[in-house]
């Protein structure tokens, strides 16, 4: 879960330059999770929100969210994870997910 957050605040880095789009700032995030040696990197789910805002303080300003998703098995008591988080999807991945926001460069 580590990586993957790690793997969504690169993206947002990115996600916040003038003029990077929506395929680089998926790119980053694969890399990422590849460096981070997650081996079905490439079946994560990014999603890049550019349309979203940030407080700060008595204003806001506009930023970009990016979100990842990824399927995970646990090596070791799967079905025992799937009964805790899904009810009763025995033998099923677990979609982890996290987001990062930043706010956009000007």
Do not use: C
């Amino acid at each position: 879960w580590q990586i993957l957050t790690n793997a969504a605040r690169e993206g947002a880095r990115i996600a916040v330059l003038p003029g990077v789009d929506d395929d680089a700032v998926e790119d980053r995030v694969h890399e990422y999770l590849g460096m981070g040696l997650i081996a079905n990197f490439a079946s994560a789910d990014v999603t890049v929100d550019r349309d979203t805002e940030v407080d700060i303080g008595d204003d806001t300003a506009s930023a970009s969210k990016v979100q990842v998703g990824l399927p995970f098995t646990f090596m070791v008591l799967q079905g025992i994870a799937d009964l805790v988080v899904n009810g009763s999807t025995l033998g099923e991945p677990l979609t982890m997910s996290t987001s990062a926001t930043m706010r956009n460069e000007m």
